[in-house]
């Protein structure tokens, strides 16, 4: 009976993993419209968001402006944060748009490459992020969502994760500027 279950509890733990891998862009193929990362991001954007630790508590709100430029299948994307707190920080990605439709993405606070894929009005980007916490850098998993609504809105959900386990979500409005 012990074994039983004990292999039980492994099976229950192994299946509660693949459920945390989330759906496939691909489930998001037949809606529009379509998102383009390069079409949209290129030029001017603005986004409000929050994050939220997993019991749901807002513990950071920000406004981020962002600069796109684009030259052939590259996206470089320019990312100014202002915290609720006055705090600011900077990225800058670099997109890289694939053979295969996918991209690769890098930026200075990201271990190796990100992997990003649309379908339809979506798009999954995952990354590992380098995230300064009181003086100590940790290495978090980043699985970003991205939701075209129409021409100049996005919705964006990104949950940051540690050996597997939700520290929390970050949710952004994006809003073309023009």
Known sequence: MKKLLSRLATIAA???LGA???????????NTPVFDPAQYFAGKTEAWGMFQKRSGEVIKRMHVEMTGTVKGNQLVLEEHFTNDDG???DR???????PDGSWIGTAGDVIGQGIGRAAGNAFNLRYTLLLPVDGKTYEVQMDDWIFQSDADTL???TTMSKFGVELGQATLFFRKTH
């Open 92 to 98: 800058t990605w670099t997109l890289v748009r694939q």
């Open 14 to 16: 192994l299946s509660s």
């Open 155 to 157: 919705l964006n959900r």
């Open 20 to 30: 945390c891998a989330g759906p496939d862009v691909t489930h998001y193929a037949a």
């Open 87 to 89: 705090s600011k920080q």
